[in-house]
């Protein structure tokens, strides 16, 4: 009964999106499987921001699959896999896109599509400036650190990732979440800085205290990861800190 309602609710929300928006369906006729009305829309920059703007109110996952939905999947799809090419872009895209949130939902959506690059998630990750204009990044920042963090581990030599490679220092992040990639990147033998920090003595690894860590990086990083992979989600609810655990030092 809830269910239904609540999909009777976002039906009237579409149809009032269209009636105060009487070319909306036309421009995403108009649009759908076809790149170069895709591209000429593009260059309206004001225009082609409104549009997202408005489609970005529509719940996407719903199980009614219409029309309507199937040119805003086409629309942001193809906006993201083609019309994206620099950091920029973003900036022209959401210029009519003031809810946060919104941004947010369309990044999330952005990094969960795997037809952007490793490159092309570097390079947005290496701009703060970028990334704090955009805004709300706790809701949207954490899958895309993780592939990166990934991406790097598999070009990386044994120790040779330093905590700033991973864990951008000008960006207020979830600590359970910067204690998961310190301790994936232990796990993996990728870690270059965590002895300079003090937090792990190295004569107490090699005497045994290697198992115990690596014990604990796997219940705690390793589910976790796959869990959030398996389901482009957020890592912020989840506890995994390791204030506890005592390590000997010298």
């Known amino acids: 009964m809830v269910d239904h309602l609540n999909q009777e609710l976002e039906v009237q929300k579409e149809v009032s999106i269209l009636n105060m928006n009487g070319n909306l369906f036309d421009i995403l006729d108009s649009c759908y499987r076809n790149p170069k009305s895709m591209e000429t829309f593009w260059d309206k920059k004001k225009k082609f921001s409104k549009v997202l703007s408005l489609i970005l109110d529509v719940k996407l996952d ?6 309507f939905h199937r040119y805003i999947d086409y629309f942001i799809n193809y906006t993201i896999v083609f019309l994206i090419k620099k950091n920029d872009d973003f900036l022209q895209l959401f210029s ?36 704090k204009k955009i805004g709300s990044h706790h809701e949207w920042i954490e899958y895309p650190l993780m592939l990166r963090t990934s991406y790097l581990f598999s070009i990386s030599k044994e120790r040779g ?43 107490f690894i090699w005497r045994g205290g290697h198992d115990k860590l690596v014990s604990i990086a796997k219940s705690f990083c390793f589910a976790a990861f796959a ?24």
């Open 62 to 67: 719903s199980s009614a699959k219409t029309t």
């Open 161 to 203: 990732v330093d905590e700033t490679d991973i864990i951008p220092r000008e960006l207020d992040l979830d600590c359970s979440f910067k204690e998961y990639l310190l301790s994936w990147s232990f796990e993996e033998k990728k870690a270059s800085s965590l002895f300079d920090m003090g937090k792990i003595d190295r004569d």
């Open 96 to 131: 009519e896109v003031n809810d946060k949130s919104k941004r947010a939902t369309f990044m999330d959506r952005y990094f969960s599509n795997d037809l952007i690059s490793y490159e092309m998630v570097c390079m947005i990750l290496n701009d703060e400036e970028l990334i």
């Open 227 to 250: 869990s959030t992979h398996a389901r482009r989600g957020s890592m912020s609810n989840r506890s995994i800190s390791l204030e506890n655990v005592t390590l000997p030092t010298k």
